[in-house]
């Protein structure tokens, strides 16, 4: 069984920065697409970033130029950098493995906020 966990959610204010990190369990991490999404508060679930197993990216364009999904096999970790927060950018946000977004982490709130 597949389990995620994320890690690095918090309070920030405006302009600053976070990192969430999502470790997977499982020796299916390397050869599966993984992602990020997110929930707003009282919105709808989603995508933010997507990284293939090749290391191809795509974002949405809310977040281009601002968030940067990456992933080390060798640690069964993804990773989302995100500079420039916004408090629009308030969520909780997810982490998913497999290219049908098979398997889901628990949520990490991250709340921009003067």
Not at 83 to 104: H, I, M, Q, R
Request: charged share 20%.
């Amino acid at each position: 069984q597949v389990q995620l966990v994320e890690s690095g959610g918090g309070l920030v204010q405006p302009g600053g920065s976070l990192r969430l990190s999502c470790a997977a369990s499982g020796s299916i991490f390397s050869i599966n697409r993984l992602g990020w999404y997110r929930q707003p508060p009282g919105k709808q679930r989603e995508v933010v970033a997507r990284i293939t197993s090749g290391g191809s990216t795509n974002y949405a364009d809310s977040v281009k130029g601002r968030f940067t999904i990456s992933r080390d096999n060798a640690k069964n970790t993804v990773y989302l950098q995100m500079n420039s927060l916004k408090p629009e950018d308030t969520a909780v946000y997810y982490c998913t493995l497999g290219d049908y977004d098979d398997f889901w982490g628990q949520g990490t709130q991250v709340t921009v906020s003067s």
